[in-house]
């Protein structure tokens, strides 16, 4: 019962952190259940139910002020959720050492792009086949659907097999590939994250990796969390937290290394 406790008070945390930058949580979810004794695959399951619950209760405040540019998520985001519905069902069958070294890897790219200057900036509309020239409210940008299709699709097969939500490469994707608003590409990408992670979560769960008595307290502390988070966030800038978020990645990627060599 301390156990659960403690989880589930880091998780609150996170998930209000996570919601106010549009990303799902899952560099910080997986290496919290690993330190509390739950399998790679168990953790990935866990991981994805909360990210699924907190990226609901966070889209539900964006698309309340508006910023959530839901056309835009059901053209680029399909490739990802089929994707991480492959990657989940078929992390079942690679060694829960192999998962943490790639979860690992993917934590110190997302790390990269917490720390790169994400700036804004209006593309010129183009008429040509593979671009789309999307006007949401009074923002107007060009989607490139050659660079976003492939790339969701990639992000969404790993995502879904090491339980992350892949948010961390899609908001730097739609500013700097597709000139969406900072804001707009926060909200957005909170409904991508909450499908990705349900797609993540049914491959896990077909494969047989999910632990309801564990998982649903978790869920609950998630709900309240993402929808504070989603709350203070439209009246905050979320670019002040991405520092904070990246080091706090690395050392992430640093425990769930140690502890695949440990558990060797």
Known sequence: MLKIVIVSACIFVFAILMSMVGRGGGNFYVPILIASGASMNAAATSAQLILLTTAIAATLVFHKHKTVDWKLALVIDPPTDIMAFVGGYFAHYFAGC?????????????????????????????????????????????????????????????????????????????????????????GTSSTMVAVTALMGFAGHTIAGDFNFRWSIPLVCVAVMGGLLGGRISVKTNPERLKKIFAYTTLAAAVFVIANALLSK
Request: net charge positive; aromatic share 18%.
């Open 98 to 186: 192999y998962l943490k070294f790639l979860f690992a890897g993917l934590l110190v790219l997302a790390a990269f792009f917490m720390l790169k200057p994400v700036r804004e900036h209006i593309l010129h509309a183009k008429k040509r086949f593979g671009y789309w020239n999307r006007c949401f409210d009074e923002y107007k940008y060009s989607v490139n659907l050659w660079a976003a299709i492939p790339f969701t699709a990639a992000v969404g097969f790993f995502a879904g097999m090491v339980g992350i939500s892949g948010g961390s490469f899609k908001i730097p994707l739609m500013v700097l590939a597709c000139g969406v608003p900072m804001r707009v590409a926060v």
